[in-house]
């Protein structure tokens, strides 16, 4: 259970396009996503929190205008990376607290952008 | 606010040999604490957590963990290393375990040598 499916695993885009990234809850009311970037050797930095219905949280120094995130339903949230530069290349997870007879966080497998 | 440090970036082991993988936190009300394993372009995956339950935390593929309130520390071992725990481990602690976030060590590379 708590299961979160994240798509797309692997995306090539050009400098100036816009990337949209989904994760989706499979068995479970995501109520909250966390949003994370990974550079490579690197641990997992926040960069925003969203909760369904609310306006996302985003961390310090994180552009809201670059980094996008919308999460409209329980079941999905969505990161779009707008106007994307070669430095903005990373890999991006999202988190799910879950709660029930067993609770914890639950991440999706996680989202290589390359931009070119 | 809560903290995590994992001390040491790279710990290589030769296989069958114990792993021992460092983590000390701070927090400041009683932690929740997590181990998580990635390999290479993937998601993380739980080893195993801490609930303020037992101390000892037996988890997944053989590994276990220690809460030491005293040390603020939360170890994580295995006894017998196989290759196929080579990946990068992280410490988590979240101050709730629910609706906090989790804050992440910087890592550990574990490296198992044949």
């Known amino acids: 259970g708590a299961v979160v499916s994240q798509h797309p695993s692997r995306v090539i885009c050009k400098s100036g396009t816009s990337v949209k990234i989904e994760c989706r809850s499979l068995?479970?009311?995501?109520?909250?996503m966390f949003w994370y970037r990974q550079f490579p050797k690197q641990s997992l930095m926040l960069m925003a929190t969203?909760?369904?219905?609310?306006?996302?949280?985003?961390e310090q120094g994180v552009e809201k205008d670059k980094f996008l995130i919308n999460h409209a339903s329980l079941t999905l949230s969505t990161l779009t990376v707008t106007s994307a530069h070669p430095e903005d290349s990373s890999f991006y997870i999202c988190?799910?607290?879950?709660?029930?007879?067993?609770?914890?966080?639950?991440f999706g497998s996680g989202t290589r952008l390359t931009v070119v | 606010a809560q903290s995590v440090t994992q001390l040491g970036s790279h710990v290589s082991v030769s296989e069958g040999a114990l792993v021992l993988l460092r983590c000390n936190y701070s927090?400041?009300?009683?932690?929740?604490l997590f181990w998580y394993v990635q390999y290479p372009n993937q998601g993380l995956q739980l080893l195993l957590k801490?609930?303020?339950?037992?101390?000892l935390v037996k988890g997944i593929n053989g590994f276990e963990a220690e809460f030491k309130k005293s040390e603020t520390s939360f170890h994580l071992t295995k006894p017998s290393a196989h290759m196929s725990d080579a990946a990068e481990y992280f410490c988590?602690?979240?101050?709730?375990?629910?609706?906090?976030?989790?804050?992440f060590g910087k890592g550990t590379k574990l490296t198992v040598n044949p």
């Open positions: 969203s909760n369904e219905g609310s306006k996302a949280t985003y």
């Open positions: 988190s799910a607290p879950f709660w029930g007879r067993d609770y914890g966080y639950t």
């Open positions: 927090s400041s009300v009683p932690p929740y």
């Open positions: 988590a602690v979240s101050d709730q375990g629910g609706s906090e976030k989790l804050v």
């Open positions: 801490y609930t303020s339950a037992a101390t």
């Open positions: 068995d479970f009311q995501a109520t909250t």
